[in-house]
C-alpha cells in the first residue's frame, strides 16, 4: 500500500518538524505455525543467540477486504466455491478468508475475504497470483479448510472454481468489544483472528456501531489484532473460548518523509520504508509505507516509540541516521531517509531427490558471529544501525527466493520449508561476491513427533505448556529452544518439518519433570513421547463476576503454603547452614470461558491468586486466605472478581491547562499489608494493557477498579513529563499536575579523550518510576535529551563496545543542564557516578 505525501521542500532543505493533530477518533457511547515460530526463532537466533520466549503474534503489516458474494470478472484471478454444513445444508452466513501463504510465512499476512450468499456460494477476487489458504467461518460451527486441507495455487487472471468447504457443527465463540482508549466504541474496526496452530486459518470480521464483534474458532490459541483509521493496532492473545474480549485502541501517530538516492538526493519512489522500534529487530510485522513517484512515503498507526527507519526497496536500502520519536496523536514530518544502492540475492529451494520445488517456507539471511544486526538492540546496548541486518523472505511460486536488497557483508543462512528438512547449500554468504549466481538450497522430506503431556497421575494437560531444545544444525550451531503448547486434549504433534537428531522436551518455567529425549531417524515412523509433569492433582479455578459471566483477562498462580518462605540470614547464622527454601509458584494455563488449570501440583496446601495488573490479588472464595488443599485428583473453587468502580479526574500541565494526549493507569491496594503477587505478567499483559488516554479536556476515566481500594494514578505523556496522586479512591474526581520538565545536555568522551558517536542513554527517575532509553547518534560526542522530568535523575550509559559511564542529577523544574561530561571507561571496571546539583534554572 502506497501512502502518499507530496513534498513540499526540496529534499536537501528536508528537516524533521512536528505538529500536533487529533486524528479520527469516536467519542460517542500447509502453512503451519510451527514454521513461523521456527522462522522466527531463527532470527532471534541470528539477533540474540538465546532462546526465544515469546509467541509469534499476527502482523501489523496487512491488507484485509471483505467482498459480498459474487461473479468473477475479466481481470484479476479469483477463488469460489460453496459452503456447506455437516448436516449437508447450505450455510448462508459464512464468511470465507483467502490469506496469502508466502505472506503468512514472514509474519505479514495479505488476506481477501467473501460472504456468502443464500445458498451458500461464496466468490473472493484475488489480487496477484500465488498460493492462499482458504477457511470459512460462522456461528455455531468449528472453520472448516477446503477438502484436505490443502492450499489453493492461483496464476495470472485464473478463476479456480468449486472449492467447496464442509463446516463442522460445535465451534468456540469468541466476542467482545473494540473501544478507543478514552472508552468510547469503535465502529467498524477489523478484527483479524489467526490461529497458529496445524493448521493455520485466518479471517476478518468487523465491529458492529457499538464495536461489539463476535467470531467462531476451533477451541484454543488464538490471536486477535484490531485495526482502525486513525488508531494503531491492538494485539491479544486469547483461549477460544472467551466472551469478555476488550481490544483498546489509541491514537495512532504518523511518521511523513522522503527517500532519496545519498549520492545525489533524487527522490527514489517504490521503496518501502519500515518503522523499526529501537529495542526490536527489523520484521516484516513492524509498520511500513511504500513510497510514491515522488520519493514521498507516511508510516501511520504508530504507537508511542523510538523507531529506526529502514528503507528497503529493489537494489536500494539505507536507515535514517537516528532514531525519531514518536509520540502520542502525534505528525512526526519532513523525515529524510537516505538510501544506496545494493545488490539483490537470489535463489530457490528444491527437493534434493526430487528436484521439485518446495510449495511454502521461507530463508533468512542475518549476521554471523558477533555482528550488530541493523536497527536492533543487543541487551540494554546500543540500538545502532550496522551493515548486516536480519532479512526475511518467503518461498514463492517454484521455489523461488528474492532478497531485493542486501547490503554487503558476510551472511548465515537458515532455510525452512513446509514438510521438509535443509540439507544441502550454502549456510554462509559473502554478498556481493559470492552471490552473483542463482543460490540453490535443496531439502529433504522431514520428520515428525506427536507429544502427550500427562501428570503423574497418567492424566493428559489440556493446553499445557512445553518446550522442545532443538539438536545442532550441520555447523555445530545451537539452535535453541522453540515454546509450544498442547491442544485442548493435551496433545501436540509437530509438521513434518524436523530433520534428524536429538530433541529434548522440557517442562516449561517453574514446573517440574524429567526431561524427555527423542531421537528422529530417517524413514521411521514419527515417535510419540510422553512428557510428565511432576504431580498428581490438578486445580481448576473458576474467574467470574458477581452475576457469574466469566473473566479471561486475568492471570492465576498457586503458592505453596506448606514451603517455607525465603528469608535473609539472621545474624549470627552459621556459614554452613542450608539456604532458605523459596515458595513455589504455579502458573495457571487459560482454559477458555473464565477457567484456568493450574497443576500438576503435589498434594497439600496452596494459596490461590488471580491478578489483573491493577488491583491486589484476588483470592479463592470458601476458604481462609484464599488457601486450599489438593489432592489426588481435580478440584475447583470459584474466584469472583468485583471490579466495577471507575476512577475518574482531569490532567492538567504545570500551568493548569488541561493535558490531552497522556497516558493513566492506576495501581490499587487494599489498604493493609499485602502479599505481592505471586503473577509473572508477560510484557503484553503488563500493566500497559490497563492504561487510559486523557481527552481533548485532560478527562479520563478508568475502568475495572475493585471495591473498597485506594490507588496512586500515574500519568506520563509520552517522552515528557510524569504527573502522579496518591491515595484516590472510586468516585474521587481528581486532578493531576503534570510538572514542566528540564533538558540535559553535554559531552560523551571515552578512555582516551575522543569524541563517542553512537551511544544510549538510559534515564531513570526513582520518585516517580520514570524510565526512557535514548539512542544517541553524534559526530563529536554532543548529545541533548529533552523533557526530563525534575527528581533526582539518574543516567547509565553504554556503547557497542561494552564501554559505560554514569550520572546523577538534582533537576528541578523547567531547568536546562548543558554541561555534563560523560566519561566512559570499560565494561568491567565499575565507572565513577558524576553528582551534579542542577537546582537553578540555566537557559
Same mark, same amino acid.
Given at each position: 500500500?502506497?501512502?502518499?505525501?507530496?513534498?513540499?521542500?526540496?529534499?536537501?532543505?528536508?528537516?524533521?518538524?512536528?505538529?500536533?493533530?487529533?486524528?479520527?477518533?469516536?467519542?460517542?457511547?500447509?502453512?503451519?505455525?510451527?514454521?513461523?515460530?521456527?522462522?522466527?526463532?531463527?532470527?532471534?537466533?541470528?539477533?540474540?543467540?538465546?532462546?526465544?520466549?515469546?509467541?509469534?503474534?499476527?502482523?501489523?503489516?496487512?491488507?484485509?477486504?471483505?467482498?459480498?458474494?459474487?461473479?468473477?470478472?475479466?481481470?484479476?484471478?479469483?477463488?469460489?466455491?460453496?459452503?456447506?454444513?455437516?448436516?449437508?445444508?447450505?450455510?448462508?452466513?459464512?464468511?470465507?478468508?483467502?490469506?496469502?501463504?508466502?505472506?503468512?510465512?514472514?509474519?505479514?499476512?495479505?488476506?481477501?475475504?467473501?460472504?456468502?450468499?443464500?445458498?451458500?456460494?461464496?466468490?473472493?477476487?484475488?489480487?496477484?497470483?500465488?498460493?492462499?489458504?482458504v477457511v470459512a467461518h460462522a456461528a455455531g460451527f468449528s472453520p472448516g479448510l477446503t477438502r484436505g486441507n490443502g492450499p489453493i495455487a492461483l496464476t495470472v487472471g485464473e478463476h479456480k472454481q468449486g472449492v467447496d468447504i464442509v463446516l463442522q457443527h460445535g465451534g468456540a465463540k469468541v466476542s467482545g468489544v473494540v473501544r478507543d482508549a478514552t472508552g468510547g466504541p469503535i465502529p467498524n474496526a477489523v478484527v483479524r483472528a489467526t490461529r497458529f496452530e496445524v493448521p493455520v486459518s485466518t479471517f476478518v470480521v468487523h465491529s458492529d456501531n457499538d464495536g461489539q464483534f463476535r467470531l467462531w474458532v476451533a477451541p484454543g490459541p488464538i490471536t486477535l489484532q484490531a485495526r482502525a483509521t486513525g488508531y494503531a493496532p491492538a494485539l491479544l492473545y486469547r483461549i477460544a473460548p472467551s466472551s469478555d474480549v476488550v481490544l483498546t485502541l489509541t491514537p495512532g501517530s504518523v511518521v511523513r518523509g522522503k527517500v532519496v538516492a545519498q549520492e545525489?538526493?533524487?527522490?527514489?519512489?517504490?521503496?518501502?520504508?519500515?518503522?523499526?522500534?529501537?529495542?526490536?529487530?527489523?520484521?516484516?510485522?513492524?509498520?511500513?509505507? /511504500?513510497?510514491?513517484?515522488?520519493?514521498?512515503?507516511?508510516?501511520?498507526?504508530?504507537?508511542?516509540?523510538?523507531?529506526?527507519?529502514?528503507?528497503?526497496?529493489?537494489?536500494?536500502?539505507?536507515?535514517?541516521?537516528?532514531?525519531?520519536?514518536?509520540?502520542?496523536?502525534?505528525?512526526?514530518?519532513?523525515?529524510?531517509?537516505?538510501?544506496?544502492?545494493?545488490?539483490?540475492?537470489?535463489?530457490?529451494?528444491?527437493?534434493?531427490?526430487?528436484?521439485?520445488?518446495?510449495?511454502?517456507?521461507?530463508?533468512?539471511?542475518?549476521?554471523?558471529?558477533?555482528?550488530?544486526?541493523?536497527?536492533?538492540?543487543?541487551?540494554?546496548?546500543?540500538?545502532?544501525?550496522?551493515?548486516?541486518?536480519?532479512?526475511?523472505?518467503?518461498?514463492?511460486?517454484?521455489?523461488?527466493?528474492?532478497?531485493?536488497?542486501?547490503?554487503?557483508?558476510?551472511?548465515?543462512?537458515?532455510?525452512?520449508?513446509?514438510?521438509?528438512?535443509?540439507?544441502?547449500?550454502?549456510?554462509?554468504?559473502?554478498?556481493?561476491?559470492?552471490?552473483?549466481?542463482?543460490?540453490?538450497?535443496?531439502?529433504?522430506?522431514?520428520?515428525?513427533?506427536?507429544?502427550?503431556?500427562?501428570?503423574?497421575?497418567?492424566?493428559?494437560?489440556?493446553?499445557?505448556?512445553?518446550?522442545?531444545?532443538?539438536?545442532?544444525?550441520?555447523?555445530?550451531?545451537?539452535?535453541?529452544?522453540?515454546?509450544?503448547?498442547?491442544?485442548?486434549?493435551?496433545?501436540?504433534?509437530?509438521?513434518?518439518?524436523?530433520?534428524?537428531?536429538?530433541?529434548?522436551?522440557?517442562?516449561?518455567?517453574?514446573?517440574?519433570?524429567?526431561?524427555?529425549?527423542?531421537?528422529?531417524?530417517?524413514?521411521?515412523?514419527?515417535?510419540?513421547?510422553?512428557?510428565?509433569?511432576?504431580?498428581?492433582?490438578?486445580?481448576?479455578?473458576?474467574?467470574?463476576?458477581? *452475576?457469574?459471566?466469566?473473566?479471561?483477562?486475568?492471570?492465576?498462580?498457586?503458592?505453596?503454603?506448606? *514451603?517455607?518462605?525465603? /528469608?535473609?540470614?539472621?545474624?549470627?547464622?552459621?556459614?554452613?547452614?542450608?539456604?532458605?527454601? *523459596?515458595?513455589?509458584?504455579?502458573?495457571?494455563?487459560?482454559?477458555?470461558?473464565?477457567?484456568?488449570?493450574?497443576?500438576?501440583?503435589?498434594?497439600?496446601?496452596?494459596?490461590?491468586?488471580?491478578?489483573?495488573?491493577?488491583?491486589?490479588?484476588?483470592?479463592?472464595?470458601?476458604?481462609?486466605?484464599?488457601?486450599?488443599?489438593?489432592?489426588?485428583?481435580?478440584?475447583?473453587?470459584?474466584?469472583?472478581?468485583?471490579?466495577?468502580?471507575?476512577?475518574?479526574?482531569?490532567?492538567?500541565?504545570?500551568?493548569?491547562?488541561?493535558?490531552?494526549?497522556?497516558?493513566?493507569?492506576?495501581?490499587?491496594?487494599?489498604?493493609?499489608?499485602?502479599?505481592?503477587?505471586?503473577?509473572?505478567?508477560?510484557?503484553?499483559?503488563?500493566?500497559?494493557?490497563?492504561?487510559?488516554?486523557?481527552?481533548?479536556?485532560?478527562?479520563?476515566?478508568?475502568?475495572?477498579?475493585?471495591?473498597?481500594?485506594?490507588? *496512586?494514578?500515574?500519568?506520563?505523556?509520552?517522552?515528557?513529563?510524569?504527573?502522579?496522586?496518591?491515595?484516590?479512591?472510586?468516585?474521587?474526581?481528581?486532578?493531576?499536575?503534570?510538572?514542566?520538565?528540564?533538558?540535559?545536555?553535554?559531552?560523551?568522551?571515552?578512555?582516551?579523550?575522543?569524541?563517542?558517536? /553512537?551511544?544510549?542513554?538510559?534515564?531513570?527517575?526513582?520518585?516517580?518510576?520514570?524510565?526512557?532509553?535514548?539512542?544517541?547518534?553524534?559526530?563529536?560526542?554532543?548529545?541533548?535529551?529533552?523533557?526530563?522530568?525534575?527528581?533526582?535523575?539518574?543516567?547509565?550509559?553504554?556503547?557497542?563496545?561494552?564501554?559505560?559511564?554514569?550520572?546523577?542529577?538534582?533537576?528541578?523544574?523547567?531547568?536546562?543542564?548543558?554541561?555534563?561530561?560523560?566519561?566512559?571507561?570499560?565494561?568491567?571496571?565499575?565507572?565513577?557516578?558524576?553528582?551534579?546539583?542542577?537546582?537553578?534554572?540555566?537557559?
Amino acid at each position: 500500500m502506497v501512502h502518499g505525501v507530496p513534498p513540499t521542500d526540496d529534499a536537501d532543505h528536508l528537516r524533521p518538524s512536528r505538529s500536533r493533530t487529533r486524528v479520527g477518533r469516536a467519542t460517542t457511547a500447509g502453512i503451519c505455525g510451527f514454521l513461523v515460530v521456527l522462522l522466527v526463532v531463527l532470527a532471534y537466533r541470528l539477533l540474540h543467540d538465546q532462546t526465544s520466549q515469546s509467541r509469534v503474534q499476527a502482523g501489523q503489516h496487512e491488507r484485509a477486504r471483505l467482498v459480498p458474494g459474487g461473479a468473477p470478472t475479466a481481470s484479476g484471478s479469483s477463488i469460489s466455491g460453496a459452503v456447506s454444513s455437516d448436516d449437508g445444508g447450505a450455510v448462508s452466513d459464512a464468511l470465507v478468508c483467502a490469506t496469502e501463504v508466502s505472506s503468512s510465512v514472514i509474519g505479514a499476512p495479505r488476506t481477501s475475504c467473501g460472504a456468502c450468499d443464500q445458498g451458500g456460494r461464496y466468490w473472493i477476487p484475488i489480487e496477484r497470483p500465488g498460493t492462499y489458504s482458504v477457511v470459512a467461518h460462522a456461528a455455531g460451527f468449528s472453520p472448516g479448510l477446503t477438502r484436505g486441507n490443502g492450499p489453493i495455487a492461483l496464476t495470472v487472471g485464473e478463476h479456480k472454481q468449486g472449492v467447496d468447504i464442509v463446516l463442522q457443527h460445535g465451534g468456540a465463540k469468541v466476542s467482545g468489544v473494540v473501544r478507543d482508549a478514552t472508552g468510547g466504541p469503535i465502529p467498524n474496526a477489523v478484527v483479524r483472528a489467526t490461529r497458529f496452530e496445524v493448521p493455520v486459518s485466518t479471517f476478518v470480521v468487523h465491529s458492529d456501531n457499538d464495536g461489539q464483534f463476535r467470531l467462531w474458532v476451533a477451541p484454543g490459541p488464538i490471536t486477535l489484532q484490531a485495526r482502525a483509521t486513525g488508531y494503531a493496532p491492538a494485539l491479544l492473545y486469547r483461549i477460544a473460548p472467551s466472551s469478555d474480549v476488550v481490544l483498546t485502541l489509541t491514537p495512532g501517530s504518523v511518521v511523513r518523509g522522503k527517500v532519496v538516492a545519498q549520492e545525489d538526493g533524487r527522490p527514489i519512489p517504490d521503496v518501502e520504508v519500515r518503522a523499526v522500534p529501537t529495542k526490536s529487530w527489523n520484521s516484516p510485522m513492524h509498520p511500513s509505507a /511504500r513510497s510514491d513517484s515522488e520519493g514521498a512515503f507516511a508510516i501511520d498507526g504508530l504507537e508511542p516509540d523510538s523507531y529506526a527507519l529502514v528503507a528497503e526497496g529493489e537494489g536500494w536500502r539505507g536507515t535514517k541516521d537516528s532514531p525519531v520519536e514518536v509520540g502520542l496523536a502525534e505528525v512526526v514530518d519532513r523525515v529524510l531517509v537516505q538510501v544506496s544502492a545494493v545488490t539483490s540475492v537470489n535463489g530457490r529451494v528444491m527437493g534434493r531427490a526430487t528436484e521439485l520445488p518446495c510449495p511454502s517456507g521461507g530463508v533468512s539471511l542475518g549476521p554471523i558471529g558477533d555482528q550488530t544486526p541493523e536497527g536492533t538492540s543487543p541487551g540494554p546496548r546500543a540500538a545502532a544501525v550496522a551493515p548486516v541486518p536480519i532479512l526475511l523472505a518467503p518461498i514463492g511460486s517454484g521455489g523461488l527466493v528474492h532478497f531485493p536488497a542486501v547490503p554487503p557483508g558476510r551472511y548465515r543462512a537458515l532455510v525452512q520449508c513446509a514438510d521438509a528438512v535443509f540439507v544441502d547449500g550454502p549456510t554462509e554468504l559473502l554478498v556481493p561476491q559470492s552471490t552473483r549466481d542463482a543460490i540453490t538450497w535443496r531439502v529433504d522430506p522431514g520428520l515428525g513427533l506427536a507429544v502427550e503431556v500427562r501428570d503423574d497421575a497418567n492424566q493428559l494437560l489440556p493446553n499445557a505448556a512445553f518446550l522442545m531444545q532443538l539438536p545442532p544444525d550441520k555447523q555445530g550451531h545451537e539452535q535453541g529452544v522453540v515454546p509450544l503448547n498442547a491442544d485442548a486434549s493435551g496433545r501436540y504433534r509437530t509438521p513434518r518439518e524436523l530433520g534428524p537428531g536429538a530433541y529434548t522436551l522440557l517442562p516449561p518455567q517453574g514446573e517440574k519433570g524429567d526431561a524427555v529425549q527423542v531421537i528422529l531417524r530417517p524413514g521411521t515412523p514419527d515417535p510419540v513421547a510422553v512428557l510428565r509433569l511432576a504431580g498428581e492433582g490438578t486445580l481448576i479455578v473458576r474467574v467470574q463476576t458477581p *452475576t457469574g459471566n466469566a473473566i479471561d483477562d486475568v492471570l492465576v498462580a498457586a503458592v505453596s503454603v506448606d *514451603t517455607p518462605l525465603a /528469608r535473609s540470614p539472621a545474624p549470627g547464622d552459621a556459614a554452613t547452614r542450608s539456604p532458605p527454601v *523459596t515458595a513455589v509458584t504455579h502458573q495457571g494455563t487459560a482454559l477458555g470461558n473464565g477457567r484456568f488449570r493450574v497443576g500438576p501440583l503435589a498434594s497439600g496446601r496452596y494459596r490461590v491468586e488471580v491478578s489483573d495488573a491493577m488491583n491486589p490479588p484476588f483470592t479463592a472464595e470458601r476458604s481462609k486466605d484464599g488457601v486450599v488443599e489438593i489432592h489426588r485428583g481435580l478440584s475447583e473453587v470459584p474466584v469472583t472478581l468485583d471490579r466495577a468502580e471507575k476512577l475518574r479526574g482531569t490532567i492538567v500541565d504545570h500551568a493548569g491547562q488541561p493535558a490531552p494526549d497522556v497516558w493513566v493507569r492506576a495501581a490499587c491496594s487494599g489498604g493493609g499489608e499485602e502479599q505481592p503477587s505471586a503473577v509473572e505478567f508477560p510484557v503484553q499483559l503488563g500493566p500497559d494493557r490497563r492504561r487510559a488516554v486523557s481527552d481533548t479536556a485532560g478527562r479520563f476515566v478508568i475502568d475495572g477498579v475493585a471495591r473498597d481500594r485506594t490507588c *496512586t494514578v500515574r500519568a506520563e505523556q509520552p517522552f515528557g513529563a510524569v504527573g502522579i496522586r496518591k491515595g484516590v479512591h472510586a468516585g474521587d474526581d481528581v486532578v493531576v499536575t503534570m510538572p514542566a520538565t528540564g533538558s540535559l545536555s553535554g559531552t560523551a568522551i571515552d578512555p582516551s579523550g575522543a569524541p563517542v558517536g /553512537r551511544f544510549v542513554v538510559t534515564i531513570r527517575e526513582p520518585a516517580s518510576d520514570f524510565f526512557r532509553s535514548q539512542v544517541i547518534w553524534s559526530t563529536d560526542g554532543r548529545w541533548t535529551i529533552p523533557r526530563v522530568p525534575p527528581g533526582r535523575v539518574e543516567l547509565f550509559v553504554d556503547d557497542r563496545s561494552g564501554q559505560t559511564a554514569r550520572a546523577a542529577i538534582v533537576l528541578s523544574p523547567d531547568t536546562s543542564v548543558d554541561d555534563i561530561r560523560l566519561q566512559f571507561r570499560p565494561r568491567d571496571q565499575e565507572p565513577a557516578i558524576s553528582m551534579i546539583d542542577a537546582t537553578s534554572p540555566t537557559h
